[in-house]
């Protein structure tokens, strides 16, 4: 059992940056692979990142790569997501979930394969 809390949302101007974290309980957060999803009023649940147990591997939405970075301390069970040149279009409850088992592309893209999910933390981006 993992729970997951995140934090660090707020309101923004455009252009402007946010860092998310998400803390998870437990000694085997380790073994846990990590999202980031999102979600706006309206609108389907939308992959943001991924990264591996170890770290070592990401993946990225299209349409946040090379403005987004995830990151995670396994030491401080933690998960983070910065968010650079942030648009108004990045309005939206941000989650973290987790998952174990293999780490691919097509899986960790897929809200429907994380077993636990954080409350979601609001980032509004203002123009």
């Known amino acids: 059992q993992v729970q997951l809390v995140e934090s660090g949302g707020g309101l923004v101007q455009a252009g402007g940056s946010l860092r998310l974290s998400c803390a998870a309980s437990g000694r085997t957060f380790s073994s846990y692979h990590m999202g980031w999803f999102r979600q706006a009023p309206g609108k389907e649940r939308e992959f943001v990142a991924a990264?591996?147990?170890?770290?070592?591997?990401?993946y990225y939405g299209d349409s946040v790569k090379g403005r987004f970075t995830i990151s995670r301390d396994n030491a401080k069970n933690t998960v983070y997501l910065q968010l650079n040149s942030l648009k108004p279009e990045d309005t939206a409850v941000y989650y973290c979930a987790a998952v174990n088992g293999i780490f691919a592309i097509g899986k960790m893209t897929n809200s429907r394969s994380y077993d636990y999910w954080g409350q979601g933390t609001q980032v509004t981006v203002s123009s």
């Open positions: 990264i591996s147990r170890s770290g070592d591997t990401t």
